[in-house]
């Protein structure tokens, strides 16, 4: 159950995965599936802007370096990365809101590199998806909301109450309502 301080923001910022330069997508491409898990801090301090975490292994041969780039409106991040709930193969960091009330926005920034295992080199996907699972609200005044930049195309269910806004530097970003979803 959520509260008023808590916000699951499955990530603002997977933001910067996007702009990673990723190759022209071509319709037959099929998207890597990736596994997010054992995280080790490899520089800075945990959960600080600045701190660094190597995720080993999140595709044969590639591992994920996330920068925690910011933290805004009083959030903090209270894991880089939560298996105990949601889908244990992907990336749920957990940030925390202020709980005190009037703070307008608050969400951690993060970036993602993706390097070959063996040298250590960028890695590009020529095609990538991303899926951001469980942006609702508290039932009270929390609503969650994720980014993304450099999106090619953005895909809503019919029946999904997210509100979409594009915004300044080619960032989209999905705002969910404050009602809660349970499961």
Known sequence: MKTNSTLKCIVFTLVTILALNFTAVNAQCVAPAMVWQNPVLISGTAGQPGAVYKFPSVTPGVYAKVF????????????????TYGYSAAWQPVVRTPSVMGVSSSYASF?????????????????????????????????????????????????????LTWLTGNLV???????????
Do not use: M, W, Y
Request: glycine share 8%; aromatic share 8%; net charge negative.
């Open 111 to 163: 970036r993602i590199e993706f390097k070959d295992s063996a040298t250590g080199a960028n890695h590009t996907f020529p095609c990538f998806q991303l899926s951001f699972i469980d942006v609702d609200g508290d039932n009270v005044g929390v609503r969650e909301f994720v980014a993304a930049k450099n999106a090619d195309s953005v895909i809503v269910s019919n029946t999904s109450l997210l509100a």
């Open 68 to 83: 925690l780039e910011s933290l805004v409106g009083g959030a903090t991040l209270t894991s880089i990365d939560d298996n």
């Open 173 to 183: 970003q999905a705002t969910g309502p404050v009602l809660n979803f349970n499961g």
